[in-house]
């Protein structure tokens, strides 16, 4: 039986239906009926997470989310679930953060029901079989390997080792085959039996939220749900431990930290009461947005003026059921790491700061509209998305507030903002300096990543300075803002065409408009590339556009772009291979006046000497910091480098940056201007004449002469030889990282509506199987994707494998090994249909909001250059889809194949030394070529390139 329902409070629009009620077993549930979704989504979040590990299995709940995947006394097949999924047009994925482990899919609606049945078996009956235990311990530590280069993991590593042993936040919480294999083993501990306890104690219907939507009504779905969830057992569980504030007893502390990549941060955090419950007055959010301001007077500002600070991070970091963080982190320029205490000395004195002025009603106010406003006209998200965020906070908001919980202010109380700043005290502050600078100087390592640091003595009279510093006179609270909208009519839409219609079409620009008549929301979005052909011509030209980008944005921040932002009001410039793109999107009314700005900005840019200096700094460490991404990255870029050039690698960027002078970026912004072609998209609430004079006020702003059609940037693509695989062999760059990585990429050739179809039916059906055999069964890495690309009017199959296991040469063997002896002809024909009907709901998938429509229509003309976009080839890729037969797909799969025009890029970590490159006859004998770093354009001048862009999609 049911418990009484509660409709949550919806955003202005929207249209669906939304019921709360309780199961039996205290399960809560929220549906949510839209007659109109072409995707069912459901989510469970439990509210137990990595606090509650059992100290004698660190990582145990993560390890138990990997776990349910594999299998249930229902559905005992491990890939199960995946299968039913994928073949139903949909994805699955789950996480374990502190205190919750959220579970979520999509799917096509007519497979909702048996999804949610084998979904509910997760929380019912799973099989934690011996063999899968040992088998998923694999992926987990793989998991691990794959973070233990990476910054984000590390400092979070760091950060918990730092609390106090005896607290739960302190323990490890990824798990690897030390803390759940070997530890446990030495200690008489069974991990399996831990898994079993962990599940029967914690996995309890009471601490379970479930939201689920779909295109039935609201009693449909409840009477669908009822059944499948009541089942779940409920034993009254407690839930995470009580644990209390990890930090309180050491305060202040101060660290020095060596990060793996180059960078110069310093972390300054206040420990703080739990803040999460008092959402309706949301006091943290108020310091956020003060310390995290960026305009005129703020703390980043005076930062920045002084060469000191690249941006700055500021807000609750770790926020918890007993406890929260809150951060400012700023990262440093060279010069901000020398001045660290200077740095420091300002963020007291901006405390000081909005201690003296006191709490102010207006900009609370203020910070209210601005979150009314956003949720008035909230954005719809994809469905899988929607839930996942949805069961979270149903854990943390009262059901009435489910849905406008993260954006409404209730209730203005100024002592209880006040009593949160009282606790942003000098002797209540964490700080940690990061920097390469300290490597080779430190004296201890944390437990797990192995983060070399030193705890060093606060300084005691620094501590007495900070406790007594005055006010800063350049450092004062922000001005209102100026673009707050409150124009929010939506233009009347009638006959809109279905596809953006080419308004402009001269020499010098392109404009295609669309008004939205789908969502209504008094919001567009507006998006240009200024194609040149000095953007990308040499590794040079490329460091300077990218130059021109950041100083542009950099110098907009104080005036214009933070203000905008928080209003609701967004822009990205940045640089591509045809040039310089803006996309503006966001409340239509000032809309075109941003954009103006924006541009008048750009084209008549003083590059000034301090603020080139801090961004080339940043861009050289940038680049530099390309070495320690993840390998898979790197083999990314090898195979890009090796097929689709001018693809200017990092290094090669890297080599020319040093040489560049202030000035050198000021003439180029003539160069730049001197010939382009304007391509423009306008989406939204914003009339064809408004679009018109937009583009033409942009044409008079820039005064440019038009770029010819032989002068238009392209990028074709290598043809790989056929009968040959092309091995690129390379060595991984960060000594530190012992993953290797295979990339086997097999060309499909030039597009055509056929192939496509053919290529992209080849992705959807072999996905889950090369995931399941090279991942779940091999074990080879957590990392393991086979993926279909598009790029330069050519398709590509891809499988890449990460692995802290193998070297290269043997995951080749094994995806070669999966390609070769899969079968198309052999999937039973029920199958094969299944999986023709998820692809074609996938192509004809509705945008859920005006983003999405936008990034596929832009994507199709930047794609398209001097061609016409096809706006329309989902639609005929579906229609075309349903005339494949399984013998056509198969046999074109085979052809392929024996073509065999493939590259293999093998990326070997520290652990897999390179191989001797064999010699030609050798290398003849294997019909294969083996290529190392540096040798791709010689490469290339042997072979063909493909054909350019063909606009008739046939």
Same mark, same amino acid.
């Given at each position: 039986?049911?418990?009484?329902?509660?409709?949550?409070?919806?955003?202005?629009?929207?249209?669906?239906?939304?019921?709360?009620?309780?199961?039996?077993?205290?399960? @809560?549930?929220?549906?949510?009926? *839209?007659?109109?979704?072409?995707?069912?989504?459901?989510?469970?979040?439990?509210?137990?997470?990595?606090?509650?590990?059992?100290?004698?299995?660190?990582?145990?709940?993560?390890?138990?989310?990997?776990?349910?995947?594999?299998?249930?006394?229902?559905?005992?097949?491990?890939?199960?679930?995946?299968?039913?999924?994928?073949?139903?047009?949909?994805?699955?994925?789950?996480?374990?953060?502190?205190?919750?482990?959220?579970?979520?899919?999509?799917?096509?609606?007519?497979?909702?029901?048996?999804?949610?049945?084998?979904?509910?078996?997760?929380?019912?009956?799973?099989?934690?079989?011996?063999?899968?235990?040992?088998?998923?311990?694999?992926?987990?530590?793989?998991?691990?390997?794959?973070?233990?280069?990476?910054?984000?993991?590390?400092?979070?590593?760091?950060?918990?080792?730092?609390?106090?042993?005896?607290?739960?936040?302190?323990?490890?919480?990824?798990?690897?085959?030390?803390?759940?294999?070997?530890?446990?083993?030495?200690?008489?501990?069974?991990?399996?039996?831990?898994?079993?306890?962990?599940?029967?104690?914690?996995?309890?219907?009471?601490?379970?939220?479930?939201?689920?939507?779909?295109?039935?009504?609201?009693?449909?779905?409840?009477?669908?749900?009822?059944?499948?969830?009541?089942?779940?057992?409920?034993?009254?569980?407690?839930?995470?431990?009580?644990?209390?504030?990890?930090?309180?007893?050491?305060?202040?502390?101060?660290?020095?930290?060596?990060?793996?990549?180059?960078?110069?941060?310093?972390?300054?955090?206040?420990?703080?009461?739990?803040?999460?419950?008092?959402?309706?007055?949301?006091?943290?959010?108020?310091?956020?947005?003060?310390?995290?301001?960026?305009? *005129?007077?703020?703390?980043?500002?005076?930062?920045?003026?002084?060469?000191?600070?690249? &941006?700055?991070?500021?807000?609750?970091?770790?926020?918890?059921?007993?406890?929260?963080?809150?951060?400012?982190?700023?990262?440093?320029?060279?010069?901000?790491? *020398?001045?660290?205490?200077?740095?420091?000395?300002?963020?007291?004195?901006?405390?000081?700061?909005?201690?003296?002025?006191?709490?102010?009603?207006?900009?609370?106010?203020?910070?209210?509209?601005?979150?009314?406003?956003?949720?008035?006209?909230?954005?719809?998200?994809?469905?899988?998305?929607?839930?996942?965020?949805?069961?979270?906070?149903?854990?943390?908001?009262?059901?009435?507030?489910?849905?406008?919980?993260?954006?409404?202010?209730?209730?203005?109380?100024?002592?209880?903002?006040?009593?949160?700043?009282?606790?942003?005290?000098?002797?209540?502050?964490?700080?940690?300096?990061?920097?390469?600078?300290?490597?080779?100087?430190?004296?201890?390592?944390?437990?797990?990543?192995?983060?070399?640091?030193?705890?060093?003595?606060?300084?005691?009279?620094?501590?007495?300075?900070?406790?007594?510093?005055?006010?800063?006179? @350049?450092?004062?609270?922000?001005?209102?803002?100026?673009?707050?909208?409150?124009?929010?009519?939506?233009?009347?839409?009638?006959?809109?065409?279905?596809?953006?219609?080419?308004?402009?079409?001269?020499?010098?620009?392109?404009?295609?408009?669309?008004?939205?008549?789908?969502?209504?929301?008094?919001?567009?979005?507006?998006?240009?590339?200024?194609?040149?052909?000095?953007?990308?011509?040499?590794?040079?030209?490329?460091?300077?556009?990218?130059?021109?980008?950041?100083?542009?944005?950099?110098?907009?921040?104080?005036?214009?772009?933070?203000?905008?932002?928080?209003?609701?009001?967004?822009?990205?410039?940045?640089?591509?291979?045809?040039?310089?793109?803006?996309?503006?999107?966001?409340?239509?009314?000032?809309?075109?006046?941003?954009?103006?700005?924006?541009?008048?900005?750009?084209?008549?840019?003083?590059?000034?000497? &301090?603020?080139?200096?801090?961004?080339?700094?940043?861009?050289?460490?940038?680049?530099?910091?390309?070495?320690?991404?993840?390998?898979?990255?790197?083999?990314?870029?090898?195979?890009?480098?090796?097929?689709?050039?001018?693809?200017?690698?990092?290094?090669?960027?890297?080599?020319?940056?040093?040489?560049?002078?202030?000035?050198?970026?000021?003439?180029?912004?003539?160069?730049?201007?001197?010939?382009?072609?304007?391509?423009?998209?306008?989406?939204?609430?914003?009339?064809?004449?408004?679009?018109?004079?937009?583009?033409?006020?942009?044409?008079?702003?820039?005064?440019?002469?038009?770029?010819?059609?032989?002068?238009?940037?392209?990028?074709?693509?290598?043809?790989?030889?056929?009968?040959?695989?092309?091995?690129?062999?390379?060595?991984?760059?960060?000594?530190?990282?012992?993953?290797?990585?295979?990339?086997?990429?097999?060309?499909?050739?030039?597009?055509?509506?056929?192939? &496509?179809?053919?290529?992209?039916?080849?992705?959807?059906?072999?996905?889950?199987?090369?995931?399941?055999?090279?991942?779940?069964?091999?074990?080879?890495?957590?990392?393991?994707?086979?993926?279909?690309?598009?790029?330069?009017?050519?398709?590509?199959?891809?499988?890449?494998?990460?692995?802290?296991?193998?070297?290269?040469?043997?995951?080749?063997?094994?995806?070669?090994?999966?390609?070769?002896?899969?079968?198309?002809?052999?999937?039973?024909?029920?199958?094969?249909?299944?999986?023709?009907?998820?692809?074609?709901?996938?192509?004809?998938?509705?945008?859920?909001?005006?983003?999405?429509?936008?990034?596929?229509?832009?994507?199709?003309?930047?794609?398209?250059?001097?061609?016409?976009?096809?706006?329309?080839?989902?639609?005929?890729?579906?229609?075309?889809?349903?005339?494949?037969?399984?013998?056509?797909?198969?046999?074109?799969?085979?052809?392929?194949?024996?073509?065999?025009?493939?590259?293999?890029?093998?990326?070997?970590?520290?652990?897999?030394?390179?191989?001797?490159?064999?010699?030609?006859?050798?290398?003849?004998?294997?019909?294969?070529?083996?290529?190392?770093?540096?040798?791709?354009?010689?490469?290339?001048?042997?072979?063909?390139?493909?054909?350019?862009?063909?606009?008739?999609?046939?």
């Amino acid at each position: 039986m049911a418990s009484h329902c509660v409709v949550p409070t919806k955003p202005l629009g929207d249209k669906r239906d939304y019921r709360i009620f309780s199961l039996a077993n205290r399960l @809560e549930v929220l549906l949510i009926s *839209d007659p109109e979704t072409d995707k069912a989504a459901a989510s469970l979040d439990l509210f137990v997470g990595s606090l509650a590990d059992p100290p004698t299995a660190p990582g145990l709940a993560h390890f138990c989310e990997h776990m349910l995947f594999l299998g249930n006394a229902k559905y005992p097949d491990e890939g199960d679930y995946a299968k039913f999924i994928q073949e139903h047009g949909g994805t699955n994925n789950a996480f374990t953060s502190d205190e919750h482990t959220n579970y979520h899919f999509e799917v096509n609606p007519d497979g909702l029901e048996g999804a949610l049945d084998r979904f509910a078996q997760f929380f019912i009956s799973p099989s934690f079989t011996e063999s899968a235990t040992n088998r998923e311990m694999n992926a987990v530590n793989s998991e691990f390997e794959n973070g233990v280069s990476q910054d984000t993991w590390r400092m979070d590593g760091f950060f918990r080792f730092a609390a106090h042993p005896s607290h739960p936040f302190h323990h490890f919480r990824v798990g690897n085959l030390k803390s759940l294999r070997d530890d446990p083993q030495a200690n008489g501990v069974d991990v399996q039996r831990e898994l079993l306890r962990f599940h029967d104690t914690h996995y309890s219907s009471n601490l379970m939220k479930l939201a689920v939507l779909g295109k039935e009504s609201l009693d449909e779905l409840q009477a669908l749900v009822t059944p499948i969830f009541s089942t779940i057992k409920e034993n009254d569980a407690k839930g995470n431990p009580a644990c209390g504030q990890p930090y309180a007893a050491s305060m202040p502390v101060w660290y020095e930290i060596v990060p793996e990549k180059a960078m110069h941060k310093v972390k300054v955090q206040f420990p703080l009461p739990a803040c999460g419950k008092q959402y309706l007055e949301k006091p943290s959010r108020y310091w956020s947005h003060l310390f995290g301001h960026e305009a *005129d007077g703020s703390l980043f500002a005076l930062l920045k003026k002084k060469g000191w600070a690249l &941006d700055l991070v500021a807000g609750a970091t770790y926020e918890q059921s007993e406890f929260d963080l809150f951060a400012v982190s700023v990262s440093l320029t060279e010069d901000g790491l *020398d001045h660290i205490n200077d740095v420091i000395r300002h963020i007291f004195q901006y405390v000081n700061l909005v201690k003296r002025d006191g709490i102010q009603q207006w900009i609370y106010d203020e910070m209210a509209l601005i979150g009314q406003t956003h949720f008035r006209f909230v954005e719809a998200q994809q469905p899988v998305s929607y839930v996942s965020s949805l069961a979270n906070s149903m854990q943390h908001f009262a059901p009435e507030h489910v849905l406008s919980g993260s954006y409404l202010f209730w209730k203005y109380d100024p002592e209880l903002i006040s009593s949160c700043l009282q606790h942003f005290t000098p002797r209540n502050c964490f700080v940690s300096v990061i920097t390469k600078r300290f490597e080779g100087k430190t004296t201890a390592k944390e437990d797990w990543y192995g983060v070399p640091y030193n705890k060093v003595d606060f300084p005691q009279d620094f501590l007495q300075e900070l406790e007594t510093i005055a006010c800063h006179d @350049e450092l004062y609270l922000p001005h209102p803002n100026p673009f707050i909208p409150t124009d929010f009519d939506v233009r009347a839409a009638d006959n809109t065409p279905k596809y953006p219609e080419l308004i402009l079409d001269t020499a010098s620009a392109r404009l295609w408009h669309k008004l939205d008549n789908t969502f209504s929301k008094p919001k567009a979005h507006f998006s240009l590339m200024i194609v040149s052909s000095e953007a990308y011509r040499s590794p040079l030209s490329a460091v300077l556009t990218e130059l021109l980008v950041g100083l542009c944005t950099d110098s907009l921040n104080e005036k214009y772009s933070y203000y905008a932002d928080l209003a609701g009001l967004k822009f990205h410039l940045s640089f591509a291979f045809q040039g310089i793109e803006l996309a503006v999107s966001g409340f239509h009314q000032k809309l075109p006046l941003l954009t103006l700005q924006i541009l008048e900005r750009l084209r008549t840019l003083i590059v000034v000497e &301090d603020r080139f200096q801090v961004l080339k700094e940043q861009m050289v460490r940038d680049l530099d910091n390309n070495r320690k991404a993840q390998p898979y990255h790197r083999a990314v870029q090898l195979r890009r480098t090796t097929t689709a050039p001018p693809m200017w690698a990092p290094n090669r960027k890297l080599e020319v940056i040093h040489g560049v002078t202030r000035q050198d970026v000021q003439d180029f912004i003539g160069r730049f201007f001197a010939r382009t072609r304007l391509l423009a998209l306008s989406m939204g609430n914003l009339g064809r004449d408004e679009a018109l004079d937009l583009v033409s006020k942009i044409q008079a702003s820039i005064n440019t002469a038009p770029l010819s059609d032989q002068e238009y940037p392209s990028r074709r693509i290598v043809q790989l030889p056929e009968g040959i695989t092309v091995k690129h062999q390379s060595v991984g760059e960060n000594p530190a990282d012992g993953n290797s990585v295979l990339l086997l990429h097999q060309q499909f050739g030039q597009r055509s509506l056929r192939g &496509d179809c053919l290529l992209d039916l080849i992705g959807q059906i072999l996905s889950v199987p090369c995931y399941e055999q090279l991942r779940t069964k091999e074990q080879l890495g957590y990392i393991v994707w086979a993926i279909v690309s598009y790029e330069a009017n050519h398709g590509a199959f891809t499988i890449i494998v990460q692995s802290p296991l193998k070297d290269p040469d043997y995951l080749h063997s094994r995806a070669d090994e999966f390609v070769r002896t899969f079968k198309l002809a052999d999937l039973p024909a029920e199958e094969f249909a299944k999986h023709v009907e998820a692809l074609i709901s996938n192509k004809l998938e509705k945008p859920k909001k005006l983003a999405h429509e936008v990034r596929k229509h832009w994507a199709e003309i930047t794609d398209a250059g001097l061609f016409m976009p096809v706006f329309d080839r989902p639609e005929r890729q579906a229609a075309e889809l349903r005339k494949v037969t399984q013998e056509e797909l198969a046999a074109f799969f085979e052809a392929k194949l024996s073509s065999s025009k493939r590259l293999s890029v093998q990326v070997f970590g520290n652990a897999a030394p390179l191989p001797e490159r064999p010699s030609d006859a050798d290398q003849a004998a294997a019909n294969e070529i083996v290529l190392h770093v540096g040798e791709e354009t010689s490469f290339q001048s042997r072979l063909f390139l493909g054909p350019l862009y063909i606009g008739d999609y046939r």
